[in-house]
Nanobody
Framework: QVQLVESGGGLVQAGGSLRLSCVVF????????MGWYRQAPGKQRERVAR???????NYAEFVKGRFTISRDNAKNTVYLQMNSLKPEDTAVYYC??????????WGQGTQVTVSS
């Protein structure tokens, strides 16, 4: 069984930065890919960034050049560095893991609020 636990959310002013962390309780090597999603009030959950077991990354257009996803396998942790934050980045951010069977795992979410 795999459990994902996020941390690092909070309140920040526009233009500021935050780093989210997602600790994988279980074997991170059982994950084909890890990702970050977000959901704003009244909106659907959307993917922000994804990183494969081989280190390939991809990003949603609305965060390209501002956010960076990375993983530290030794620490069983995936990070999302968020720079140049905008009020429209306000959302609950969820860590996601996808195993080789296509099963998805989700964290409990962490709130990010960007004030203007």
């Amino acid at each position: 069984q795999v459990q994902l636990v996020e941390s690092g959310g909070g309140l920040v002013q526009a233009g500021g930065s935050l780093r989210l962390s997602c600790v994988v309780f279980g074997n991170i090597f059982s994950m084909n890919a890890m990702g970050w999603y977000r959901q704003a009030p009244g909106k659907q959950r959307e993917r922000v960034a994804r990183i494969t077991s081989g280190g390939t990354t991809n990003y949603a257009e609305f965060v390209k050049g501002r956010f960076t996803i990375s993983r530290d396998n030794a620490k069983n942790t995936v990070y999302l560095q968020m720079n140049s934050l905008k009020p429209e980045d306000t959302a609950v951010y969820y860590c996601n893991g996808e195993d080789y069977s296509g099963h998805y795992y989700w964290g409990q979410g962490t709130q990010v609020t960007v004030s203007s």
